[in-house]
């Protein structure tokens, strides 16, 4: 009991609690066919949405596990879950990258996570996912082209320098958290009482959504 007590103030001192804080960052390390993934997405970070960007920034990082290697010039990518990981993983990367916004990307990547846990077909997903979410054929196409024109490995080396550089404590495992710009083995034991804390940080009497 002791040991979860010191873990939830080391947590919360990274937060940093005050009556008017700046909206709390949080990157999100993750991979696209990760079942613990999807659990956060669907039953931890949909919280978030409603509260982006006032009271929270959160920077989704579709890479995890991967490995990366080059080979007569160019970047390839290994990936934890075999090559239809490394694909969907681009398509996470270029679907944040055409939304260019916070809400609407946590909420697409929680749709596709949600169609994962209904054991969907993933093309049966995509097209959900667009419609509930809006996605203009536009979007959708601009996504599609992210896909085959270079962007999307682009986005992945992108991807992996964010998921590489993180510290003082580098990641070992998905989905890791990052807060504040700090990455710590603790944090990773809250994960699921995120949302908990990060309404425990706000002690003004403007109160984020849900909280």
């Known amino acids: 009991m002791r040991a979860v007590a010191g873990i939830l103030i080391i947590v919360l001192k990274t937060m940093v609690l005050a009556t008017d ?5 949080i990157t999100v390390l ?6 613990d993934c999807m659990k956060l997405f669907t039953q931890v970070l949909s919280k978030f949405g409603p509260a982006l960007p006032r009271f929270a920034h959160i920077e989704l990082v ?8 080059e080979a007569y010039g160019m970047q390839q990518f290994q990936c934890q879950h075999g090559p239809q990981e490394c694909v969907m993983n681009t ?22 996570e949600e169609g994962r846990w209904k054991e969907l077909d993933n093309h049966y997903t995509v097209s959900e996912c667009f419609r ?3 996605v203009s054929p536009d979007e959708q196409s601009q996504i599609w ?6 962007l999307g490995i682009q986005l992945q080396e992108k991807m992996a320098r964010i998921t590489e550089s993180v510290r003082p404590e580098k990641h070992t495992s998905v989905p ?13 034991l809250q994960q699921d009482h995120l949302f908990q804390l990060f309404c425990l940080r706000y002690r003004g009497h403007i109160r984020p959504p849900g909280c």
């Open 91 to 112: 398509f996470h990367s270029c679907a944040i990258h055409v939304l260019n916004n916070e809400a609407r990307s946590l909420a697409f990547v929680t749709c596709l």
């Open 21 to 25: 804080p700046s909206p709390l960052q």
């Open 132 to 134: 509930f979410l809006r």
């Open 145 to 150: 082209s992210c896909m085959v024109n270079g």
């Open 30 to 35: 993750y991979e696209a066919l990760c079942s």
């Open 176 to 188: 890791w958290i990052v807060i504040n710009g700090v990455s710590t083995k603790a944090m990773q």
């Open 62 to 69: 579709p890479y995890g596990n991967a490995k990366r290697t």
